[in-house]
């Protein structure tokens, strides 16, 4: 075999094993991004449920995020939870309540989170940003109506809240019932939601996690 025959086998031989390192090289490139995709993910998913004051959630089930909307765009929600930013995207089927005003930047919203891809589902107002001066938030056709308030005073007959337009006190119904979530604390100076019948007596009192 002459010189240039034994250079020419020398420079294939180089060549096909450049090739193949670098195809192993692209090859763990590749398995490194997609490692680096799913660690990003579980680190999102932890991110995002760190912030929910849904108790009952569990690992994998959906949940909800309550805070203050900041921005909104076609993609993503910007939303503030105890004072730091949350981003989380939208589902292709993301939805909001019916009825929900245009604009909404600077509302206290509650946002239904996929606990498997971590987008938003849903965005709805919580009662707190719907109700009105009265704390009403909440109206049904029977008359029946619901508000939410601060719990000032709670007796065997009545229940005192305050509101907007300041404190107002309801008789209890015979009927009456307390949920407080197992809420193992005192409920005076929390958020509570009354449920008030149509002759203004009090038929339930309710304290969610969510409200504080």
């Known amino acids: ?10 420079s294939l031989a180089g060549a096909l094993t450049t090739g193949s390192l670098t ?15 799913e660690s990003n993910s579980a680190e999102n998913k932890l991110n995002l449920q760190q912030y929910s004051k849904d108790t009952d959630s569990k690992q994998d089930e959906d949940f909800d995020l309550v805070g203050t ?20 995207p939208k589902s292709n089927a993301f939805k909001k309540e ?3 005003p245009k604009n909404i930047d600077g509302k206290q919203v509650n946002v239904e989170i996929n606990a498997k891809n971590q987008n938003a589902e849903s965005l709805e107002l919580t009662p707190q ?10 109206k ?7 508000i939410i308030g601060k719990l000032i005073d709670e007796t065997d ?6 509101v907007s337009n300041g404190k107002k006190t309801y008789k209890k119904a015979k009927d009456f019932e307390q949920d407080n979530e197992n809420m193992s604390e005192d409920s005076k100076n929390k958020v509570v939601r009354l449920e008030i019948k149509k002759n203004d007596e009090v038929e339930s009192l309710e304290v969610n996690p969510e409200d504080q």
């Open 1 to 10: 075999m002459n010189k240039k025959m034994v250079i020419l086998c020398i």
């Open 98 to 100: 019916k009825d929900t």
């Open 129 to 138: 940003a719907k109700a009105d001066s009265n704390g009403i938030y909440e």
């Open 23 to 37: 195809g192993c090289s692209n090859q763990n490139d590749s398995s490194s991004n997609t490692q680096q995709k």
């Open 157 to 162: 007959n009545d229940v005192t809240v305050e």
């Open 140 to 146: 049904d056709t029977d008359g029946d109506y619901s």
């Open 69 to 88: 909307l900041e921005k909104e765009t076609n993609d993503e929600l910007t939303l503030v939870i105890d004072d730091k930013k949350v981003k989380v």
